[in-house]
């Protein structure tokens, strides 16, 4: 036996509110692995700085061509640490995917000589 729910259209508005607010994700909750900008990414750096610097390294190997030569080259083992601090430094890298973005941050910020 179906049930069948009915919804008079003065209700209808609030339903729509409350399917809209039950779908939108807080900033709180974007992580920076989830992160679809470098905008989005910044922000989700300022609340889980922890995950931030792990993306870095995802990003990184996600992104590095081993067929070729290196177009980055590390220098230390902390060299995730400034690319936050380089993606905020430019603004145009805003929209860009994540990772397209940290990419570009590491090849600007280590290239090879």
Known sequence: MRK???FSCSSLPLLLLVAQNAYSASPSDV???SAVTVGDYLAACKIHPNTCISEVGTALMNKTN???APTICLQSVDYAVPV???LSSHPDTRQMPT???I???LKSLYPCE
């Open 103 to 105: 990419y570009l941050a």
């Open 66 to 68: 081993f067929a070729g």
């Open 4 to 6: 069948f729910i009915i």
């Open 84 to 86: 936050p601090k380089w």
């Open 31 to 33: 992580r920076p692995f």
């Open 99 to 101: 990772e397209d973005g």
